[in-house]
């Protein structure tokens, strides 16, 4: 198959892109490097002793991404260019709207313009906002909290109606629970802007001395620890349900929802003590106040991914952990400078 990953240079596009080159698809990568280094593709080409071809261009550009799709050949587009930062998106709506939403809506009307109808799209369990009862299935009403997650959910809708209005399409919408972890080469990873929003982010880069301590976001909550629970994926897990997901559009038509997800929560406390055993070095951290919008626990139930997708996640924290820590301790400062 040919397929083209949008947003390919970043976190789990990077990881997928060499899942799919090593399963044997022909990937072309397309990034605006907007959240992601162009160092991010040269790891990915010395990774895989292939020279994949990447194209700089945005999503909303449709002249860009004519010139893409005129090449030729493509089978599928699986789609992560999204801007993901939820308190961001509080702030800067219409540029998540006009990225994530019309960008999206650019990306589709040129598929459909080039008779490519196959399209694996990143959601995120973001959509389901403070669920009542855990574990989370796809059932459960979506409530998105913030503008991101509602540009998901905006998506997901536009993709249905899509697909209603023209059967040919097949349309798989994957709904993340918490991606982290690395490859375990260790040569790429996931290489945050500024200050870490995200919990293992944030703790790797107290391990490597770059940040002096980890604020626990609450010991109040109602849970064993009384820090907040989430379900943490490996991004190669994460990798896989891609593949699986195109096995799938490839023996069905139709839009198809599915969470990827553990089906474990652990604590913010658990993290904690599994990164110190992978790192050898103990996590200075201290309790601060709650983190205005925090779910207090979420966690998947991944049945439908594994009935239907034949998807089953390989790898625990203790793994996630030790190949963060490969890809952290090699790589203090990330991809370096070499941001856009
Ligand atoms: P990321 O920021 O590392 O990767 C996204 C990539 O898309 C970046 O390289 C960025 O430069 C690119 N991009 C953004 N807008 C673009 C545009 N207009 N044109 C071309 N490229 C563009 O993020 P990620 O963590 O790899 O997330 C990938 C996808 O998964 C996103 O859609 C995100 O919303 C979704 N998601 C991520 C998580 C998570 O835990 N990381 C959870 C749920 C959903
Ligand atoms: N968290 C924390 N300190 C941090 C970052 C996160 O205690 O510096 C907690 C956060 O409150 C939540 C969990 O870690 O309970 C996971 O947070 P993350 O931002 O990684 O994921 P999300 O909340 O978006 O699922």
């Avoid at 993709?159 to 059967?167: F, G, M, S, T, V």
Wanted: with cysteine.
């Amino acid at each position: 198959m040919k397929t083209l990953v949008t947003g390919g240079a970043g976190y789990i596009g990077s990881h997928t892109a060499i899942e799919l080159h090593d399963a044997g698809h022909e990937v072309v990568i397309l990034d605006n490097h907007s959240n992601s280094a162009r160092a991010a593709v040269t790891a990915l080409r010395s990774l895989t002793r292939h020279d994949l071809p990447f194209v700089e261009c945005d999503i909303r550009d449709a002249t860009a991404l004519d010139g893409v799709f005129s090449e030729g050949g493509f089978d599928a587009v699986v789609h992560f260019a999204a801007l993901k930062a939820v308190g961001e998106s509080t702030v800067e709506p219409l540029r998540y709207y006009d990225n994530n939403v019309a960008g999206t809506a650019r990306l589709l009307d040129r598929m459909a313009a080039h008779g490519i109808k196959t399209l694996v799209f990143s959601s995120s369990a973001a959509v389901y906002g403070n669920p009542a009862a855990m574990p989370i299935n796809e059932t459960c009403p979506p409530d998105p909290q913030s503008p991101y997650a509602r540009t998901k959910l905006i998506v997901e809708e536009l993709l249905r109606e899509l697909q209603a209005a023209d059967p040919d399409w097949r349309i798989s919408i994957l709904r993340y629970f918490n991606a982290v972890g690395a490859h375990a080469s260790g040569a790429i990873g996931e290489d945050p802007c500024g200050v870490p929003n995200n919990l293992l982010p944030f703790i790797a880069q107290v391990a490597v001395g770059r940040l002096e301590r980890l604020s626990v976001f609450g010991d109040d909550y109602p849970t064993p620890d009384g820090t907040g629970i989430r379900d943490y994926l490996h991004v190669i897990d994460l990798a896989q349900g891609h593949l699986k997901a195109l096995d799938y559009l490839g023996r069905n038509k139709g839009v198809f929802v599915h969470n990827l997800g553990t089906g474990k929560g652990r604590s913010v406390l658990d993290v904690v003590r599994a990164f110190e055993r992978a790192c050898g070095r103990s996590i200075p951290h201290r309790i601060a106040g709650r983190r205005a919008g925090d779910v207090v626990v979420s966690y998947a139930d991944p049945t439908k991914a594994r009935d239907e997708l034949g998807w089953t996640p390989k790898y625990d924290l203790a793994r996630i952990c030790t190949d963060l820590w490969r890809w952290q301790s090699t790589h203090p400062h990330g991809f370096g400078d070499q941001k856009a």
